[in-house]
């Protein structure tokens, strides 16, 4: 029931007539480790968008410049509305008019493992952590691996829009190659890139 009023937002937005973005009526969960996601979705700004499972539903930001796997780079991350897990599966794109109109590719996808805890050293929920504003965690994508951390540092009061960063711990999967252009980035699903999905799809399509 929480996660079906998390994605009233998700749904207040879309006119899934027009959309072929998943409506995702129901929370629901992966089959093993929780799962996240990072999109690029050229739209009125051409960004990535990177999502987390928690709750049953895909906890999610834009980040302009997009995930690094470089511990030096502080990565803006813009909090969004909640997405359903088949948001996941969701590569296409979105209809002229439409919220966030544009092309979607998957550019990496994997499970993750939580490892944010409290101070005695005990696991906090990740939804918990984010709810208190820093959550740790560990990917295991196709082309992102290794620990992260997103940390709020501002929380969106008084007109201002919440922000956190988005950054790569140092340790020994580090590395400083940064991220590729989102222009010739392929996604990790079809291999294509931005303009070679728009130029085989004119309309809607998952």
Request: glycine share 10%; with cysteine; charged share 30%.
């Amino acid at each position: 029931m929480a996660a079906t009023r998390a994605l009233a937002e998700y749904h207040r937005k879309r006119d899934f007539a027009k959309t072929g973005e998943p409506k995702g009526d129901r929370a629901g969960t992966s089959r093993d480790r929780p799962c996240f996601v990072v999109q690029i979705h050229d739209a009125s700004t051409l960004h990535f968008d990177f999502r987390l499972e928690a709750d049953g539903v895909l906890k999610s930001w834009s980040v302009p410049k997009g995930p690094s796997d470089d511990p030096h780079d502080k990565r803006l991350a813009v909090p969004t509305e909640d997405h359903p897990l088949a948001y996941r599966d969701f590569e296409g794109i979105i209809a002229e008019g439409e919220y966030g109109a544009g092309t979607v590719i998957i550019w990496d996808e994997g499970t993750y493992r939580n490892l944010t805890t409290d101070r005695h050293g005990e696991e906090v929920g990740l939804a918990d952590a984010l709810e208190k504003g820093h959550a740790s965690f560990r990917l295991d994508g196709s082309k992102l691996h290794g620990d992260y951390a997103l940390t709020r540092i501002r929380t969106g009061q008084a007109g201002d829009r919440a922000a956190w960063l988005l950054v790569k711990h140092d340790g020994k999967r580090a590395a400083a190659h940064g991220t590729p252009d989102p222009r010739r980035a392929r996604s990790v699903r079809s291999g294509r890139t931005l303009k070679q999905l728009a130029a085989e799809a004119p309309g809607d399509r998952t």
